[in-house]
Nanobody
């Protein structure tokens, strides 16, 4: 059984940085496409970015390019979302997800999800 557990969320001020972690257990970590999504109240879940299989490229939502970075540590079965220059509009519940697909930003194509971690950015 594949499980994803996020951590690292919290309340920060605009302009601050925060790093989210997602530990994946029970699956073949290095073979997964790993992504981060977020969902703000009243909004649909949206793609933030993804990292292709080990050593692969990262893709990001336009509004986070240059501010967010996804990295994966295959030795620790963990994927990270480093967020900097945070803005109030980044406030959301952040989810990590894993897919056996090569590349997709469609949440329906992700097989496994974490429970989410709240990020709140105060102005």
């Amino acid at each position: 059984q594949v499980q994803l557990v996020e951590s690292g969320g919290g309340l920060v001020q605009a302009g601050d940085s925060l790093r989210l972690s997602c530990e994946v257990s029970g699956g073949a970590f290095s073979t997964y496409l790993l992504a981060w999504f977020r969902q703000a109240p009243g909004n649909e879940r949206e793609f933030v970015g993804c990292a292709l299989r080990s050593g692969g490229t990262q893709y990001y939502k336009d509004s986070v390019k240059g501010r967010f970075t996804i990295s994966r540590d295959d030795a620790k079965n963990t994927v990270y979302l480093q967020m900097s220059s945070l803005k109030p509009e980044d406030t959301a519940v952040y989810f990590c997800a894993a897919s056996t697909t090569y590349y997709t930003f469609n949440p329906d194509a992700y097989d496994y999800w974490g429970q989410g971690t709240q990020v709140t950015v105060a102005s």
